[in-house]
């Protein structure tokens, strides 16, 4: 266990978390701080004092850490997406990669050169991909592969 105590304010950081303003028994008046590494540490003073290197924690440091265990609540983990969400999440993604094909001008050939000959090829596929994002099936769903673009030059 890594562990940070310091006295004055009540702080404990075991294993990179920190709680503030615990209380606890025990610590010895002139001590500022605690550090512990797995299996050393050492106690800081603020009486100017060196530090004394220790190999095992003071009973006055499990108290701290049993304010803290107290103290501690586990973050909630996250509740993984539905089938249902995964589903509009993909077909909303799907059709912004494709918005570019709406466009008016990509597929007039009097307006661009190249332009678009298969936008008939996106719009069946957004249609099937824009039903899915407004009613997402509850279930695993296999998505249509997005048409490849089929440019159209005029010579001139």
Not at 63 to 72: I, L, P, S
Not at 111 to 127: E, H, I, M, Q, T
Request: with cysteine; charged share 15%.
């Amino acid at each position: 266990m890594r562990l940070t105590i310091i006295k004055n304010d009540g702080t404990v950081c075991k294993n990179g978390i920190c709680l503030f303003n615990l209380s606890w028994e025990g610590t010895l008046i002139d001590v500022h701080a605690l550090q512990w590494y797995e299996t050393y540490g050492s106690i800081e003073f603020d009486n100017g004092s060196p530090n004394e290197e220790i190999a095992q924690l003071p009973d006055w440091a499990n108290n701290a850490v049993a304010a803290w265990d107290a103290a501690y609540v586990p973050p909630v983990p996250p509740v993984p997406p539905t089938p249902q969400e995964i589903n509009q999440s993909k077909a909303s993604g799907l059709l912004y990669q494709t918005d570019w094909t709406t466009i008016p001008d990509v597929s007039d050939s009097s307006k661009s050169n190249p332009y678009l000959g298969n936008v008939n090829k996106f719009v069946a596929y957004r249609n099937i991909i824009r039903q899915v994002a407004i009613n997402p099936p509850e279930t695993h769903f296999d998505f249509p592969a997005v048409p490849t673009a089929q440019w159209i030059y005029i010579s001139e």
